[in-house]
């Protein structure tokens, strides 16, 4: 399968062609609350977790209308799909859409050192491993459950009227209506009064509000399926592999599904070699994989940092959109749905009951100075492991070492299931520094030099 850096960064824009669909431009009816009966709409872009969970939010009040946009109702993004133990509890998640409960993390260094993790854990303590596809269907069928009208298309573009932040005046959205089992649709357009952003990386509604860019990283996974026997291998078991030969910047992951396994990477300073990092890849995971069919290939953007702005008028962005993907370990699906549920509490309690619109200044004192003020920490931990232990083997080895220590482990596993910066006793931390820098000093000496690459054209792209 041909698949160049072009085709992934187009992949979610060209999704439906503007050209492809035919038909006359229909109007809703308007969203202004200036006739009696008329209630605010509220449009929230992309059905996955951020825009789902804010949705069903949105959904609940009955003195507001929510529409909720969604191009491809079966979509499946790239995603290594794991997501903390607190996400299954506070978003009243069913089994059904756990495939695995990982209780067990092998790390292996780039000169193939393995230390296995999860000790730490209790008896009722996992890290769930789901599809992308089921997860995000089930939150998205809840919101509809609750009232959201749902539209199957792709929202194109945004007007937005000069004087937004000052008047009531509401936004018009044009998108492509998707009739399925065709590939033509109708041109339509509706105006609504509030706008959630959850379209992804690539989000239009970031690029119609000028919400500025922000670096990526892009991660391409391949589905693998593999022996029932070797599954058992990873019945509780996921992998993460460093080093420059799978990722000069990130790590290497087999992660298990329900009857298939995701093998992939990711990258932002290198992202030309993604096909090359993605085959180390796969010889690293060697015969634990071997003889495995391809199922499926899947690539996408991930952000790298916020944007610029994440609030403009009644425009807010949450998820990948906004940027809310962590450094280090990638994750961004709890945050998503956590960003897009706060986001909707925040703009629901200041509509009052629908009565009146929330100003950029309001949402900005709520939503975003509370989201920050929960996750601001671990978004700064996170980046500054990241220099510390990706930039090279050196550090890298030093890593897998140190995670040999329980009070590291105890840390990281409590830290990302229940999504608290931990790490509070003074005399380990203060061991953890000095085996730190002994780490440091081991794995500098003993590794491998990082393999030299240059790309200054393409590594100045933003989106």
């Not at 932002?268 to 199922?295: F, L, T």
Request: glycine content about 10%; some cysteine; charged content about 25%.
């Amino acid at each position: 399968m041909k698949f160049t850096l072009a085709a992934v960064l187009a992949s979610s824009a060209a999704a439906f062609s503007p050209s492809s669909f035919t038909g006359s431009n229909v109007a809703h009816k308007a969203a202004t609350s200036s006739a009696l009966s008329m209630k605010y709409k509220v449009a929230v872009v992309g059905g996955g977790p951020s825009g789902a969970c804010a949705a069903e939010i949105f959904a609940q009040e009955k003195g507001i209308d929510t529409v909720l946009f969604e191009r491809k109702l079966d979509n499946a993004k790239p995603c290594g799909g794991a997501i903390p133990l607190c996400m299954v509890g506070e978003f009243n998640l069913p089994e059904t859409v756990v495939d695995r409960k990982v209780r067990k993390m092998n790390l292996i260094s780039p000169t193939g050192v393995e230390v296995n993790i999860g000790e730490t854990l209790q008896p009722d303590e996992y890290i769930g491993m789901c599809r992308r596809e089921i997860l995000d269907k089930y939150i998205r069928d809840r919101a509809i459950e609750y009232g959201a009208e749902i539209v199957n298309g792709l929202v194109t573009a945004v007007d937005i009227p000069a004087d937004h932040k000052t008047s009531e005046k509401p936004y018009t959205l044009r998108y492509q209506e998707f009739t399925e089992g065709s590939s033509s649709g109708t041109a339509k357009t509706m105006e609504v009064d509030v706008i959630v952003g959850a379209d992804g990386a690539n989000s239009r509604v970031a690029k119609a509000m000028d919400a500025g860019l922000y670096n990526f990283a892009i991660a391409f996974q391949e589905r693998i399926k593999i022996s029932d026997e070797k599954m058992e291998f990873y019945e509780e078991m996921a992998e993460m592999y460093v080093g420059d030969d799978v990722s000069p910047d990130f790590y290497g992951w087999v992660f298990p599904k329900y009857d298939h396994v995701g093998v992939g990477t990711g990258t932002v300073v290198n992202r030309p070699a993604i096909k090359q990092y993605q085959k180390a890849i796969r010889d690293r995971a060697g015969a634990k994989i071997e003889g495995g069919k391809i199922i499926k290939v899947e690539a996408h953007p991930i952000p790298e940092h916020y944007r610029p702005r994440r609030v403009q008028g009644r425009i807010a962005l949450v998820g990948d959109a906004a940027g809310y993907v962590t450094k280090c370990s990638g994750e961004g699906i709890y945050f998503a749905a956590k960003s897009g549920r706060m986001a909707a509490e925040e703009i629901v309690a200041l509509m009052d009951g629908g009565k009146r619109l929330p100003t950029q200044a309001e949402i900005e004192k709520t939503y975003i100075k509370k989201y920050d003020g929960l996750y601001g920490p671990t978004y700064f931990v996170l980046d500054a492991l990241q220099k510390v232990f990706y930039v090279n083997n050196g550090a890298r080895e030093a890593f897998v070492e140190l995670c040999n220590s329980k009070y590291v482990q105890q840390v990281t596993f409590d830290s990302y299931l229940y999504k608290r910066v931990q790490g509070n006793n003074p005399l380990d931390d203060l061991k953890l520094l000095g085996e730190t820098i002994g780490c440091l000093i081991r794995g500098y000496s003993n590794a491998k030099p990082d393999a030299e690459f240059s790309n200054p054209v393409e590594s100045q792209k933003r989106i």
